[in-house]
């Protein structure tokens, strides 16, 4: 027999519930947690790091503020103040520059330069040397007190060997240790050599001498002085070598550290002094004036010491106080009667090396802090010998901002990395884990629906998990449930295999019944023979199982020819011929005596009386031998109650109401080798017919054994 080829319909998926997803939503739940709580960490630290650096701020200002104050009044913050436009200051055209010197105003009315203690230590404290590579240094300066006479002091020291001195009278220099100073003031050229003159007894470790000066032109670059040349008398000078040597030897030609101090005078300064009433002091001019120190060797060697060497490093300056200065601090520095654009101003250092983002930047600014700080400022006055100096301090909270902001975006990489680290976490599990529980729940979930008595009309032949196999816990769970769903559709296709040939069977027995049952009704053709009825009926009955699938779904499908009949009658007729169809004792009561009126109710005769005859035979079959089987009627205006009552056995509670359904039999629940010819079909059949005539069948025990009531509809002519 040929197989039709099976065509099962596509999958029907449920709608999951929000239960079905807690699990997912839990785990993302927990990695978005872990997310916000990374930035929630991030955002707190940099919160409390804010309100850490504005206390810090609010107690550091002072403390900047007293320093700067501190420094500034030293003699070397007062030089600072006194010579703004020196060389590498805030007005210095030539910053930078520390060739040719230029001199300072030294925070001193005049310097005591006889004596090398004092002026060593007045040029130390001040800080005003121009220092060299080779160990030299140099400061030039003038005092802050104009009426100490205009004398320009050049203080310094170098290394040098045994210093040669010059004898008293003699002409010739090119022997001999002689310091050259050059001095460019207003387009004028003044040059000045000192030949140095030994004071020391011979024999002594250290030596003390003069250096005498001679003035005129081209005495700088001459090797002999003119005959009758004599010394500036304001022209002072000393210079002092000590004894120990540098390296630590005895040596007598080692090298020694000499000091020199010369106060130089200064001609136009002087001019200056006699020729006003009030004398400006410092010159205006100052920063222009040009200085250059050399100390010659004997015989033409090179000299031991050049002011215009390379490599000279700067006294401190007022640029130097930025460093003291946080970010967006200002500090502005004006003298008291001065013009305000003389005012200088300095402000704190912003490290260009750092970067910072804006939106973090930004995200500072907005975090709240329990400490504000409104814009902070201190004031203070420095007492000079040239005048006062008003010094602001203003502080900016945005620096801090700033500054915080550079560290924040140094951090901010390892907040990303764990980020990044985090996101990529749940994206492998998301990916290789989530997406797969996922289908495959949705998978079985679709297998455990459409295999429900409910949707047994559904087919799972589309179903497939095998792509979702692997080695891992979840691959093997889909690759079981796989194989599974493999042998469920095997079962299904065996299944429908197995109704069709069951179709087919009864296609051939209702062909085969059919030929007999014509000649039957061809012989009981009269319709006074009580024959004739029943032979109908099994026309009938086989008509219904022909060309279907199952009893249950013949049944099922069954046209009925609902009609008018006097209920009344009819059962006087079924009690009468219930012996031909082997049941004896069948008796037929009325019940009232409406029941003596034609009772016209709406119902299929035959299909009744089979509704009727089944319920008799499972009553004939459960009754004591002997007893009856007791038929009554009951009219009332909405219908007819048919009662058939058998004595006997109670029905189980738990079977009232399954034995109407297909294939429930009291002889399949015990067992019975009787099964067979018991397949729990008629009251199935009894069901069916009432609820296709609009009335209804049930079972109900009594004291003395098991009614059926089948209710009918009064037949009412349109």
């Known amino acids: ?73 030293h003699p070397a913050g007062l030089l600072a103040l006194l010579n703004p436009r020196a060389p590498g200051g805030m007005d210095s055209a030539t910053a930078g520059n520390a060739t040719p010197l230029r001199p300072l105003v030294l925070p001193y009315a005049a310097l005591d330069f006889d004596d090398q ?31 100490s006479g205009g004398f320009l002091y050049l203080v310094g020291g170098f290394d040098s060997g045994e210093l040669v001195p010059r004898e008293r009278g003699s002409l010739a220099l090119e022997a001999v240790h002689r310091a050259s100073v050059t001095v460019t003031l207003r387009g004028e050229v003044t040059q000045w050599i000192a030949p140095f003159e030994s004071m020391s007894a011979p024999g002594e470790r250290a030596v003390r001498g003069r250096l005498t000066g001679f003035a005129g032109a081209g ?54 002094l006699f020729n006003k009433p009030r004398p400006v002091w410092p010159p205006a001019d100052l920063d222009q004036m040009q200085v250059r120190f050399q100390m010659l060797a004997p015989g033409g060697a090179p000299p031991l010491f050049d002011s215009n060497a390379p490599g000279a490093v700067l006294p401190p300056s007022l640029t130097d106080l930025r460093q003291t200065l946080l970010p967006g601090e200002t500090l502005q520095i004006t003298r008291q009667g001065g013009r305000p654009n003389e005012a200088i101003t300095l402000r704190g250092v912003q490290d260009t090396g ?76 998301e990916v290789g884990l989530i997406r797969r529980i996922t289908v495959l729940t949705r998978r079985a979930a679709a297998v455990s629906y459409n295999v429900q008595d409910a949707r047994v009309d559904k087919r799972i032949g589309d179903l497939d998990v095998s792509d979702l196999r692997g080695n891992d816990e979840l691959g093997i769970l889909a690759g079981g449930l796989s194989d599974l769903l493999q042998r469920v559709k095997d079962d299904v296709r065996r299944e429908h295999i197995r109704a069709q040939q069951e179709r087919d069977m009864w296609h051939a027995v209702g062909h085969e019944i059919m030929s007999p049952l014509q000649s039957l009704m061809v012989l009981h053709g ?82 009744l009386e089979d509704a009727v005859t089944h319920i008799l035979r499972n009553a004939a079959r459960y009754r004591p031998e002997g007893t009856p089987i007791t038929l009554s009627l009951d009219a009332t205006d909405s219908g007819a109650v048919i009662t058939i009552h058998n004595q ?71």
Request: charged share 20%; net charge neutral.
């Open 526 to 607: 009269q319709p006074g023979d009580a024959s004739h009825r029943y032979v109908q009926r099994m026309q009938q009955a086989v008509r219904v199982l022909y060309s279907q699938a199952s009893p249950s779904e013949a049944l099922e499908a069954a046209a009925l020819q609902v009609g008018a009949i006097d209920v009344d009658a009819f059962l006087h007729h079924v009690a009468e011929n219930a012996r031909f169809a082997g049941i004896d004792g069948v008796r037929y009561e009325r019940a009232n005596e409406r029941t003596l009126a034609p009772v016209m109710v709406r119902a299929d005769e035959f299909s």
């Open 354 to 429: 750092e970067v910072s983002s804006p939106w973090l930047t930004r995200l500072i600014r907005r975090l709240p802090v329990d400490t504000p700080l409104a814009p902070l400022s201190a004031r203070d006055i420095i007492t000079t010998p040239a005048g006062s100096y008003e010094v602001r301090l203003g502080g900016d909270v945005r620096g801090i901002e700033q500054a915080l902001s550079v560290v924040a975006t140094r951090v901010s990489w390892f907040v990303g990395a764990m980020l990044a680290a985090i996101g990529l976490a749940w994206l492998l599990i």
């Open 219 to 272: 005495v700088g670059a001459s090797s002999e002085l003119e005959a009758g040349a004599r010394p500036v008398r304001d022209f002072r000078g000393w210079l002092w070598q000590g004894g120990p040597c540098l390296d630590g030897s005895e040596s007598p030609d080692c090298r020694k550290r000499a000091f020199f101090s010369i106060r130089l005078p200064v001609e136009s300064f002087r001019e200056a």
């Open 117 to 147: 203690n004092k002026a060593q230590q007045a040029i130390e404290m001040a800080g005003c040397s121009v220092r060299y590579p080779d160990g030299g240094s140099i400061c030039v300066a003038i005092g802050s007190n104009p009426y």
């Open 648 to 718: 006997g056995p109670a029905i189980d509670a738990a079977l009232l109401e399954k034995i109407f359904e297909y294939g429930v039999s009291d002889a399949a629940q015990a067992g019975e080798e009787s099964v067979g010819e018991h397949r729990g079909q008629g009251l199935f059949v009894a069901k069916t017919y009432m609820a296709k005539m609009g009335g209804t069948v049930s079972a109900r025990n009594e004291s003395d054994g098991v009614s059926f009531v089948l209710t009918l509809g009064i037949y009412s002519i349109p």
């Open 1 to 73: 027999m040929k197989v039709p080829s099976l065509s099962m319909p596509k999958l029907e998926v449920p709608r999951l519930g929000l239960a079905s997803f807690r699990r997912r939503i839990l785990f993302r739940g927990v990695f978005l947690m872990l997310v916000l709580a990374t930035l929630a960490l991030a955002v707190g630290l940099l919160q409390e790091e804010k309100e850490r650096s504005y206390r810090n701020y609010q107690e550091n200002f002072r403390k900047t503020q007293a320093e700067i104050v501190a420094r500034l009044r």
